[in-house]
C-alpha cells in the first residue's frame, strides 16, 4: 500500500512553520521587532487591507516572528491555523468575541483556572454574556445547561486545580448535537499529551506562558481552529456566515471554508481588540516548544515518582498527606478516562491535601507552614515552568470564589498543588519530605 | 451567488463582488476532492482587480447539489452550460489539477466561449496511483492522507529547508486535510477517476486558440512540472512559470507568485 510521509511530532516541534531567513540564512527564527511593513506599491496596500492577499501591515495583526509560533502550534495541534495573542486570558476572551456577543451564552465546566472563571462569572455578564457552570463529570448536566442562545462549550482536559478529566469526545458529542463548538484549554496537557481535535474538540487554546514556553520567561495564549467545525450547517454563527461591513461584506465561511474562525479571530479580533503578542515573546515561546517532548517526558517522569512518594505518606497513615490526586492513580475517579485520553501521562500537576495537626491549626495553617518549609518549590502563581512550583488555591488563584463556588471547583482548603519541574526527582522528594515534617510539627 | 446548471442548485463565490457585463468573467474551478475555497487567496483579489469572479463548486462539492460528474468532458459541458446560466458569453478558465483538465478540455471543445485559459498544477495525464483510487473509492481517510502528502511541496510539510506558509497563522496540510475531509462520502473517488481516465490532453492542447499560461510547481509530484512543460508546447501560444519550492498546492503555497502570474497574463488592474 501507498503512503505518504509527514514529518512527525518532535519534528515539527522543531520546524514547523520556519525556513532559514532568506535574507541572511539566519537558522534561528529572527525576531522581527518591527511595529509595519513597507509596501511594494499602492495596489499591494490596498490588497492587503482588503484581505486579497496574504501578508504582513501592523504587528498587531500580524508578525513574522509569531507567525511562525502560530503555525508550529497549528500543526502539533492538528487545527488549519492559530492566532497568538497577549496571554491565555486574551485567547480565551479572543475566541469567545469572535464567536458572539451580547445575547450569548457559554456553558463551561465549574473545574477550570480561576482566572478563566472570573472572566466568564464577573466580567463577561457587564458584556451581555452569560455562562452557566457545571461540573466537567456531569455530562447530563452540560447537555441540560445548552439553551438556545448558547454558542461555546468550553472546558479544560485537566482540570484545574482540581484534575478532573473532561471526556472531550463525549462532551463534543453534546455540543454538536446543540450546533455549537466546543473550546478546550488544552493547556496543563499540551499536545504533546492530548490532541484535542483529535477526540472532537473545535477550538482549542493554551496558556503558552506555561509547559509550551517552559521556562517561567514569557506571559503568551493561543487559539488554534480545527477547521472542522460547520459554521454554516449550525446557522447560529453570524460573525462566520453573513456579510461583515467591517470588511466591504466579507463572508468569512464562504471566503476561508475550514479557516473562517481563525480568519474572523485574526481580521476582526486583533485587529480591534489588539491583544497581540509581542514578537520577542513569540521567540521565547518557540525556544521553549522545541524541546516540548523532551521536557514533557521529564515532567511526566518526576510527576509519577513524586505521586509515588505522596502516596507512600498516605499509606502510612500517620504523616500529614490527608489525599493525593493524579489522574493516573486507580482511585481517581477519571482514571480509566485518563488512560484513554492522555495514554502519555497526565501532565505534571498533582494535588493533595495536607492535614492539620490539631495543636497548631487547622489544615490552612498546616498549608502555611508546609508551603514556608519547602526550599525547592517555588511558591508562586505559575505552572508548567522547569522549575518546580507550589500554591494554595484557596488563598490565591481561587481566592476569588466564595465556599459555595470553591467546593464547586473541587478546592478544599486543604488543597496544595504541586507543580512538578525537571529537577533531580530525589532533591524534590527531600524538600517534601521536610516540608511535610515541619507542617506536622505544629 | 447562487445557480442552477442542468437543474441542479450550484453555489459560486465570487470573490465579495458580484458580477457584472462590465467586468470580464473568469471562471475558477478546483481540483478533485475540493472546493471554490482553494482559491481564497486568489479570488477575491481578481474580483477587486477588473473581473467578474466565479470561483465554483462543481457538481457534488462545496455547497452545489447534484451528483460529482464522470468525466473530464462532462465536465468541460458543465462548465459552459455554468457561463449560459449566468449569462455569460466568454469568460478566462483558470483551473488547478482536475479542474486544469477541465478548463483545457473547455477551451479546446467550446473555443468561442473561451477567452483565456490558466491551467495550475497540470499534466497531459494524470494517472493516479492504484491504492489511492482503491482508497477513494472505498472512502478511507489513506486517500486523503496521500492527495494531501504528495500534493504539498515543503512550505506544507516543512523540514529544515522549507516551511513556512504564506498566510500568517495557517498551516497548510492540516487546512488541506480538512477541506478534503469536508467533502462528501465518494466524491473524491468519482474525481480521481475522471483524472485518471482522461487521454486527451496533448489533442486538446493542440485545438486550442486561446493564449494559455501554465503555472506548474517545480516540486510538484502530482504533476511533475516537466510534464506541465510537455503539455505547455503542445500549445500554440503558451507561456510557462514555474515556481520554485512549491508543489502540486500551487494557490495556498505561492499565493503571491500566482496572482502576479495572473495580473500580468490577464493584464488586470485596481478596478
Redo the contacts between chains.
Keep these: 500500500?501507498?503512503?505518504?510521509?509527514?514529518?512527525k511530532f518532535d519534528?515539527?516541534s522543531l520546524?514547523?512553520?520556519?525556513?532559514?531567513d532568506p535574507a541572511t540564512g539566519a537558522r534561528a527564527v529572527p525576531i522581527h521587532l518591527t511595529s509595519s511593513y513597507v509596501f511594494s506599491d499602492v495596489?499591494q496596500a490596498?490588497?492587503l487591507f482588503?484581505?486579497?492577499?496574504?501578508?504582513?501591515i501592523y504587528s498587531r495583526i500580524?508578525?513574522?516572528t509569531?507567525?511562525?509560533l502560530?503555525?508550529r502550534l497549528?500543526?502539533l495541534e492538528?487545527?488549519?491555523?492559530?492566532?497568538?495573542t497577549a496571554s491565555g486570558q486574551a485567547a480565551l476572551t479572543l475566541a469567545i468575541m469572535t464567536l458572539m456577543g451580547a445575547g450569548g451564552h457559554i456553558v463551561a465546566s465549574s473545574s477550570i483556572y480561576g482566572g478563566s472563571r472570573n472572566l466568564l462569572a464577573y466580567t463577561l455578564p457587564r458584556f451581555g454574556i452569560a455562562t452557566s457552570f457545571v461540573h466537567p463529570r456531569d455530562l447530563d448536566g452540560i447537555r441540560a445547561a445548552i439553551r438556545p442562545e448558547t454558542r461555546l462549550v468550553f472546558g479544560e482536559v485537566l482540570g484545574n486545580p482540581g484534575l478532573e478529566v473532561l471526556d472531550v469526545a463525549k462532551v463534543a458529542a453534546i455540543a454538536h448535537e446543540a450546533g455549537i463548538p466546543l473550546l478546550i484549554d488544552s493547556t496543563f496537557t499540551t499536545p504533546y499529551l492530548c490532541r484535542p481535535f483529535e477526540h472532537g474538540a473545535d477550538l482549542v487554546m493554551h496558556s503558552c506562558t506555561k509547559w509550551l514556553s517552559g521556562h517561567g520567561t514569557a506571559i503568551g495564549g493561543v487559539v488554534i481552529d480545527?477547521?472542522?467545525f460547520?459554521w454554516?450547517a449550525s446557522g447560529k454563527f453570524p460573525t462566520l456566515t453573513e456579510p461583515y461591513a467591517g470588511y466591504?461584506?466579507?463572508d468569512f465561511a464562504?471566503?476561508?471554508?475550514?479557516?473562517a474562525f481563525?480568519a474572523r479571530a485574526?481580521a476582526e479580533g486583533l485587529r480591534d481588540f489588539g491583544a497581540c503578542m509581542s514578537p520577542m515573546n513569540a521567540f521565547q515561546i518557540l525556544q521553549g516548544v522545541e524541546t516540548l517532548p523532551l521536557r514533557m517526558k521529564g515532567h511526566i517522569h518526576n510527576a509519577r515518582k513524586i505521586v509515588g512518594f505522596l502516596e507512600g505518606e498516605l499509606n502510612a497513615g500517620k504523616g500529614a498527606v490527608a489525599w493525593v490526586s493524579y489522574p493516573e492513580l486507580v482511585d481517581h475517579p477519571d482514571h480509566a478516562l485518563a488512560a484513554r485520553l492522555l495514554p502519555h501521562g497526565a501532565g505534571s500537576i498533582i494535588s493533595f491535601g495536607i492535614r492539620g495537626s490539631g495543636q497548631g491549626g487547622g489544615s490552612r495553617e498546616a498549608g502555611r507552614r508546609f508551603i514556608e518549609a519547602l526550599t525547592l518549590f517555588s511558591h508562586l502563581a505559575n505552572v508548567g515552568d522547569a522549575k518546580s512550583l507550589v500554591i494554595h488555591p484557596a488563598s490565591t488563584t481561587h481566592a476569588q470564589l466564595d465556599a459555595e463556588a470553591l467546593a464547586a471547583a473541587g478546592v478544599g482548603e486543604d488543597m496544595i498543588r504541586l507543580s512538578i519541574g525537571l529537577e533531580d526527582c530525589e532533591d524534590l522528594i527531600d524538600d517534601l519530605k521536610q516540608a511535610l515534617r515541619a507542617a506536622t510539627k505544629g | 451567488m447562487q445557480l442552477t446548471v442542468n437543474g441542479n442548485p450550484v453555489f459560486v463565490?465570487t470573490g465579495?463582488r458580484d458580477i457584472a457585463p462590465a467586468r470580464p468573467a473568469i471562471v475558477l474551478i478546483h481540483g478533485a476532492g475540493m472546493?471554490?475555497?482553494v482559491w481564497?487567496?486568489q479570488?477575491?483579489?481578481l474580483a477587486?482587480h477588473g473581473r467578474s469572479v466565479l470561483a465554483v463548486d462543481l457538481p457534488g462539492h462545496g455547497?452545489s447539489g447534484g451528483e460529482p460528474l464522470g468525466s473530464i468532458a462532462a465536465l468541460a459541458d458543465w462548465v459552459i452550460a455554468l457561463l449560459d446560466a449566468a449569462g455569460l458569453e466568454r469568460a478566462a478558465l483558470v483551473g488547478h489539477s482536475m479542474g486544469a483538465l477541465v478548463a483545457l478540455d473547455a477551451a479546446a471543445r467550446h473555443g468561442g466561449r473561451v477567452e483565456a485559459v490558466a491551467l495550475l498544477g497540470v499534466a497531459e495525464r494524470m494517472p493516479v496511483?492504484p491504492?489511492?483510487l482503491t482508497a477513494a473509492h472505498a472512502g478511507e481517510q489513506?486517500a486523503i492522507?496521500?492527495v494531501?502528502?504528495?500534493g504539498h511541496g515543503?512550505r506544507g510539510?516543512?523540514?529544515?529547508?522549507?516551511?513556512?506558509?504564506?498566510?500568517?497563522?495557517?498551516?497548510l496540510?492540516?487546512?488541506g486535510r480538512?477541506?478534503m475531509?469536508?467533502v462528501r462520502p465518494g466524491v473524491l473517488g468519482v474525481d480521481l477517476a475522471a483524472c485518471n481516465d482522461y487521454g486527451q490532453g496533448a489533442d486538446a492542447a493542440a485545438m486550442v486558440a486561446c493564449p494559455v499560461l501554465f503555472l506548474l510547481g517545480a516540486l510538484d509530484r502530482m504533476t511533475p512540472a516537466k510534464a506541465g512543460r510537455s503539455l505547455a508546447a503542445c500549445v500554440k501560444t503558451s507561456q510557462v512559470v514555474v515556481l520554485p519550492q512549491t508543489g502540486h498546492m500551487v494557490m495556498a503555497e505561492a499565493?503571491?507568485s500566482v496572482?502576479e502570474a495572473l495580473k500580468s497574463f490577464l493584464s488586470l488592474?485596481?478596478g
Design positions: 500500500m501507498a503512503g505518504a510521509k509527514f514529518l519534528t515539527q520546524h514547523a512553520g520556519q525556513k532559514p495596489d490596498a490588497a482588503n484581505l486579497e492577499r496574504p501578508g504582513h500580524s508578525n513574522p509569531v507567525a511562525v502560530e503555525e497549528a500543526t492538528g487545527g488549519v491555523g492559530a492566532v497568538c480545527g477547521g472542522r460547520d454554516e466591504h461584506g466579507i464562504e471566503e476561508y471554508g475550514p479557516a481563525i485574526r | 463565490h465579495g472546493d471554490h475555497s481564497s487567496l479570488s477575491r483579489y477587486h455547497r496511483h491504492d489511492l489513506s492522507e496521500m494531501i502528502g504528495w515543503p510539510h516543512g523540514g529544515a529547508q522549507g516551511g513556512g506558509c504564506p498566510a500568517p497563522g495557517l498551516a496540510i492540516p487546512g480538512r477541506l475531509a469536508s499565493p503571491d496572482l488592474s485596481r
